[in-house]
């Protein structure tokens, strides 16, 4: 069974920089394509970043330039570095996963999903 368990996230005054993580279990890392979605209250969950096998990135144009995403294979775990956060970033943080080699924008795509992590920014 995979398991996917994030950490950080927080309070964050605008302008401030956060960084979650999500270590997987269960599946080897390799095989798996890694993303970060967001939810607010009453909105669609979005994707927000993912991390193909090897060096491939994409972001949504709504991050893009201010947030990153990276793999570490040794730890098992993808992160995700948020700067300059904005208000309108203000939501919980989802860690995702899919068998396969590319990190696909599409939510119903992924099988393993973590528990969630909320991000507050706020003044």
């Known amino acids: 069974q995979v398991h996917l368990v994030e950490s950080g996230g927080g309070l964050v005054q605008p302008g401030g920089s956060l960084r979650v993580s999500c270590t997987i279990s269960?599946?080897?890392?390799?095989?798996?394509?890694m993303a970060w979605f967001r939810q607010t209250p009453g909105k669609e969950r979005e994707f927000v970043a993912g991390?193909?096998?090897?060096?491939?990135?994409r972001y949504s144009d709504s991050v893009k330039g201010r947030f990153t995403i990276s793999r570490d294979s040794a730890k098992n775990t993808v992160l995700l570095q948020m700067n300059n956060l904005q208000p309108e970033d203000t939501a919980v943080y989802y860690c995702?996963?899919?068998?396969?080699?590319?990190?696909?924008?599409?939510?119903?795509?992924?099988?393993?999903w973590g528990q969630g992590t909320q991000v507050t920014v706020s003044s």
């Open positions: 995702a996963g899919r068998p396969g080699l590319v990190a696909v924008t599409a939510d119903s795509e992924y099988d393993s």
């Open positions: 991390a193909d096998w090897g060096t491939t990135t």
């Open positions: 269960g599946r080897a890392f390799d095989d798996t394509a």
